[in-house]
């Protein structure tokens, strides 16, 4: 059976943890305030509850990357996301919305960061493309001890392209096709594992067989 070494250490056990897919959207937020901070982070920690929410940039220049699903509570994602930025016009003195969020939006949120003297938040890395993802969908490698030894984070185009019915194949394309060069994947033999309940996120767990 084929091993997969990291750091001197034995991988004996994969973590898949994605994320379902949704409709994505990014808002800036100029804040003059304390009482404006708190509204926008209560804003944002609110929508949490209808998809997934990432903070991209602390500061006078507050930005968040937003993923709701298809269908949040029976309202279109897009009716929802221009009802926030309705709110956003109303209650602040500048905003802006993108209802994507791909390198071009990140560089963007970055020169506003940068222009306000803000501080942004470290975005996972795709370990294909290497493009920004705050959704990404992670595999953690850990060793005979549960330690995780390496996470390695997709975005959702790169994982789109390799999607596959079954879980495993899907998990193996994804380290194969890594810029770290993960060796031995293919030669491993993975075997399903009872998921740990301590996320509510969709997690799969592989044994590596000896």
Known sequence: MGKIM???KEVTSIVLRSIAP????VFLVEVRNTEERRKVRELFGALGELGEVFPLCEGPMMAYAVQLRVESDGCPSGSLFSKIEETLKDEFAFSLVEQSFNDVVYHLVESLCA?????????????ICNQPEPFPTRITLRDQTGRGIIEACYCAR??????????KEFVVGLLAA???DFRGIREAALIEWPAEAET????L????AS
């Open 205 to 208: 767990t592989y044994r590596i």
């Open 22 to 25: 949704g409709s994505r959207a």
């Open 178 to 180: 890594d810029r770290r």
């Open 115 to 127: 222009d306000s003297r803000g501080r942004m938040h470290a975005v996972p890395r795709c370990g």
């Open 158 to 167: 790169c994982a789109a392209q390799r999607a596959d019915p079954d879980e």
């Open 200 to 203: 509510a996120a969709p997690l």
């Open 6 to 8: 990291l750091r001197r």
